[in-house]
């Protein structure tokens, strides 16, 4: 295969198969010890946060931007994690002192020397939650102080417009499943999920308001492997319930400019709790976006995309919903083969057409600060290999269409 340049710039806009980070980026130092002295409840110095935060967020897109992406993330390098941005904006959530979150997914409770030796350690900083009253945005700015600080590094990488950057935003079910209802006014997690959908409604529409393009992540609706105390029939039942909820806080919001991103989890896994896609992925499949991207790189889901095949000819997916298929893996050291790369691609696109609409890595690769699952060096040589390896996919793809 010969990279092209027409291959090289595929955008979401043309027929070619485009790629895109998910979220995280890795963290400098400085910032890490920040974050977490930060979750550990103590006060840390705004300005000088600030300024690690824009330099690291200007440094990765001005890095993708090089590397050719079509649309590009910020890494959240301002964030504790993917989610816990969240809670400091809300009125009715409390932190519980002295105390932290320290769980464990069903397959690391199989493996207890996999979390000692990696997982446990770090979550010990996440603050543990609890549901002190009725949930409401108690800062309304601060959704727009942050995409305003996207905004100053964006302009920093050359004016890069916000149309083509990506801001991930958590789903409701994802922030209820780290809050203790105890003594709260919401009896049941459906309610909390419907109260929290009420209040993200307002950032998922500034962050389109503001010229970015919207990306939900939306773990829970796969990871039965974190509650499986619960059947999987209601498992499924209350994530179907959860996009039910989800779509009406979407409501209005063009369907170009909305992705969701679901995984089987981001933490040092061994998988062998994920349930087959084909099992859960239904309710998934009615969410108001443009683009669903899923995992395919790991050996559990590397046929995944047959699946979707399956329920696209069954007429179980919306002719409006487009994927995204994770290649790159972001939990171990292995760099991946460019060719065999392309090849993959190329056959996801042979089968799924123009359904397969981008592909991406797996996850994020600090989803939470502290876990990095492996160095800046190695998700660089990564970064830099996806890349290359759409360019040759596309361009065998133009030969033979």
Not at 11 to 19: A, I, L, W
Not at 207 to 223: A, Q
Not at 282 to 290: A, F, I, K, N, S
Not at 362 to 374: A, L, S
Request: aromatic share 6%.
């Amino acid at each position: 295969m010969q990279t092209t340049s027409n291959a090289m710039n595929a955008t979401p806009s043309n027929d070619g198969v485009y790629f895109r980070q998910i979220g995280s980026l890795p963290k400098p130092p400085e910032l890490v010890q920040l974050l977490l002295d930060q979750a550990d409840g103590q006060t840390v110095n705004a300005v000088a946060f600030e300024k690690l935060a824009l330099g690291a967020m200007s440094a990765n897109i001005a890095r993708q931007i090089r590397l050719g992406y079509p649309l590009v993330v910020s890494g959240e390098p301002e964030r504790l994690s993917f989610f816990h941005h969240i809670f400091r904006t809300l009125e009715g959530i409390g932190r519980v002192e002295g105390s932290s979150q320290v769980w464990l997914p069903a397959d690391l409770e199989d493996f207890p020397e996999v979390a000692a030796a990696t997982y446990s350690p770090a979550v010990r900083h996440l603050p543990s939650l609890r549901c002190t009253g009725e949930i409401a945005v108690r800062d309304t700015d601060a959704v727009y102080r942050e995409l305003g600080l996207y905004k100053r590094a964006l302009a920093q990488s050359g004016g890069w417009p916000p149309a083509r950057a990506i801001v991930t935003e958590p789903s409701p079910g994802t922030l209820a499943g780290v809050i203790d209802l105890t003594g709260s006014p919401y009896q049941t997690r459906r309610e909390i999920i419907a109260a929290l959908a009420k209040v993200m409604r307002h950032r998922y529409r500034a962050v389109i308001e503001e010229g970015f393009t919207l990306s939900l992540d939306i773990p829970d609706g796969l990871m039965h492997q974190m509650v499986p105390w619960v059947t999987l029939e209601q498992f499924l039942a209350d994530s179907s319930w959860q996009v039910t909820v989800l779509n009406e806080a979407l409501e209005g919001l063009p369907l170009e400019r909305v992705h969701a991103h679901a995984c089987y989890g981001n933490y040092p896994s061994t998988d062998t709790r994920d349930e087959p896609l084909r099992d859960v992925i239904g309710p998934l499949l009615t969410l108001h976006v443009g683009t669903l991207f899923l995992e395919g790189s790991l050996s559990r889901h590397r046929e995944d995309y047959l699946v979707l095949k399956e329920l696209i000819d069954a007429g179980a997916v919306p002719p409006t919903l487009h994927f995204g298929m994770g290649v790159i893996d972001t939990k171990h050291y292995s760099v991946e083969d460019v060719e065999e790369l392309a090849h993959r691609i190329v056959a996801m696109r042979q089968v799924l057409g123009g359904r397969l609409r981008a592909v991406s890595p797996d996850c994020g690769y600090e989803t939470i600060t502290g876990i990095p699952n492996i160095p800046p060096s190695v998700v660089k040589a990564k970064n830099a290999l996806l890349p290359q390896a759409v360019a040759m996919a596309n361009d065998a793809i133009f030969q033979k269409a």
